[in-house]
C-alpha cells in the first residue's frame, strides 16, 4: 500500500505540471520520463537506512519493467549527501538545477530536510514524504511543497505505550488464567461428585479451591 501511494503522489506531482491545451510539461517531465531527485545516507554513520533508496529504486525498475506509469518510465536518480546537511543542500541543488528533477522523493532526516526545506519551497519543487518524524513536516501554510510521510515521533511513543500497556495486561492475564482453569475445573468436579452422591475422603481439600 505504501508503495501505490508513492506511485500515486508521483502521477499527482507530473499531473500538476501538465499543461494540457499545449501539451507541454514542466520540469522533469515528458511524454516519456518523470525524472525524481532523492538524497540518501549511502556512506556515514546512517549508511544502513541507504537500504531505503535501494528498494525504491528496485521498485521503480519493476514499475518500469511493467510500463511506467501512464507509459512513462520513472527515472529516480539518487545522490549520497552522508546525512550532512550541507551535503544535502549541495546535493539536491544539483538534482533541481543540473538534473532538472520534477520533485524530490522522500529524502532522509530531520536535519537534512529542513535545509533545503525552503530553498524547495522557494523553487516550487515538491518535496515529498520526508522519511522524518518531526511534527514541523506538518507546516504547510509555510512550506505547502512540503509533505512528511511518517508519524510524528510522539504519536509513535504514545502507540507504544499503549501497545506496552495491552502486553502487559496480557502477560499478566496469561500468568493468572491456568490457575483460573484449574480452580473452575476442581469446583465443577466437586460440585458433578457431591450431586452423584460421592463423598470426599480428604477433609474437602479447600487449599486447592
Known amino acids: 500500500m ?38 540518501s545516507p549511502f556512506s556515514g554513520a546512517a549508511s544502513a537506512y541507504s537500504v531505503i533508496a535501494k528498494t525504491q529504486a528496485a521498485y521503480f525498475r519493476m514499475i518500469n519493467d511493467r510500463g511506467g ?37 522522500n529524502p532522509l532526516g530531520t ?24 511534527t514541523l513536516w506538518g507546516d504547510y501554510q509555510h512550506y505547502p511543497w512540503t509533505i512528511g510521510f511518517q508519524p510524528s515521533y510522539q504519536a509513535e511513543t504514545r502507540g507504544l505505550r499503549q501497545i506496552c500497556a495491552d502486553q502487559q495486561a496480557g502477560c499478566e492475564d496469561r500468568a493468572v488464567l491456568p490457575e483460573r482453569r484449574r480452580r473452575q475445573g476442581l469446583r465443577q ?17 479447600g487449599d486447592d479451591l
Open 69 to 105: 506509469v501512464n507509459g512513462r518510465k520513472i527515472n529516480l536518480i539518487t545522490l549520497d549527501d552522508g546525512y550532512s546537511p550541507p551535503k544535502t543542500v549541495e546535493q539536491t541543488r544539483k538534482l533541481v538545477e543540473q538534473e532538472e528533477v520534477a520533485a524530490i522523493l
Open 189 to 205: 468436579r466437586l460440585q458433578e461428585g457431591v450431586g452423584a452422591g460421592e463423598h470426599r475422603q480428604d477433609g474437602g481439600g
Open 111 to 134: 536535519p537534512t530536510g529542513l535545509a533545503v526545506r525552503k530553498y524547495l519551497n522557494d523553487k516550487k519543487v515538491p518535496q515529498l514524504f520526508v522519511g522524518a518524524g518531526a
Open 2 to 39: 505504501i508503495w501505490k501511494a508513492v506511485t500515486a503522489a508521483v502521477a499527482l506531482a507530473l499531473a500538476t505540471q501538465v499543461h494540457a491545451a499545449e501539451k507541454k510539461y514542466g520540469t522533469g517531465a515528458s511524454d516519456t520520463e518523470i525524472k525524481l531527485g532523492q538524497t
